[in-house]
């Protein structure tokens, strides 16, 4: 069955440095997308991403964040200089589209910063 | 905004309970409701869905219906194993979105032997 994979599974960095952060979505969708979840909190929408643009960020996804689809498999957030409060997990998920975008999730990376 | 309430947890049940996982939404127009279950060390699996009001979503014996007059999607399932252990989010795609899904705070679910 194909699946969403993400890497590394678990990233430290100093603060102040730049991550990159790697999705395989599911090969035939169209939307991407990434979340976040800080530990003990609800899972919260960063972006969403289609015809190589973004369609909808959320008030988190601020100038230090980033989205591309460099080639046509990978999926990548980049973090120009990360903060503490940058330590979460980070999901991607990718949607065929659509009115329900059903969405098939990645098993995340773990952020920590420094 | 759209928001969504699921109930405290954590919930602790024997083998062969019947399980009920409030949630409640606050959502302008006609949003889709989700089910999304995390298993240990794993990403976020679709359990069910519903689209309009009044529909019921299923799968794996659990069962959710689309309640537009008392806004809710309350997960149920007569009786859980010991395999159903997981964290279970409510979410909801608001009816203009592009896909953005609002989830709920996540109920962690343990069924003991």
């Known amino acids: 069955e194909p699946e969403v994979t993400q890497t590394p599974s678990h990233q430290v960095t100093q603060m102040g440095q730049e991550v990159i952060l790697r999705c395989v979505p599911i090969?035939?969708?169209?939307?991407f997308y990434w979340y976040r979840q800080i530990l003990g909190q609800k899972v919260e929408f960063l972006v969403s991403?289609?015809?190589?643009?973004?369609?909808?960020k959320s008030e988190i996804f601020d100038d230090q964040f980033s989205v591309e689809r460099p080639d046509g498999s990978n999926f990548t957030l980049k973090i120009r200089s990360t903060k503490l409060e940058d330590s979460a997990m980070y999901f991607c998920?990718?949607?065929?589209?659509?009115?329900?975008?059903?969405?098939?999730f990645g098993p995340g990376t773990r952020l920590t910063v420094l | 905004g759209n928001s969504v309430t699921q109930m405290e947890g954590p919930v602790t049940l024997s083998e062969e309970a019947f399980l009920t996982i409030n949630c409640t939404y606050t959502?302008?127009?006609?949003?889709?409701l989700f089910w999304y279950v995390q298993y240990p060390g794993e990403g976020l699996q679709l359990l069910l869905k519903?689209?309009?009001?009044?529909d019921k979503g299923s799968n794996k014996g659990f069962e959710a219906t689309y309640r537009k007059e008392t806004t809710s999607f309350h997960l149920e399932k007569g009786s859980v194993q010991v395999s159903d252990s997981a964290v279970y989010f409510c979410?909801?795609?608001?009816?203009?979105?592009?896909?953005?899904?609002?989830f709920g705070q996540g109920t962690i679910l343990t069924v003991h032997p």
């Open positions: 998920a990718s949607s065929e589209g659509g009115t329900v975008h059903e969405q098939f």
């Open positions: 090969s035939n969708h169209l939307y």
């Open positions: 991403f289609y015809n190589n643009e973004i369609s909808e």
């Open positions: 959502a302008t127009g006609y949003p889709s």
């Open positions: 519903a689209t309009k009001a009044d």
């Open positions: 979410a909801l795609l608001g009816a203009t979105s592009y896909g953005k899904l609002t």
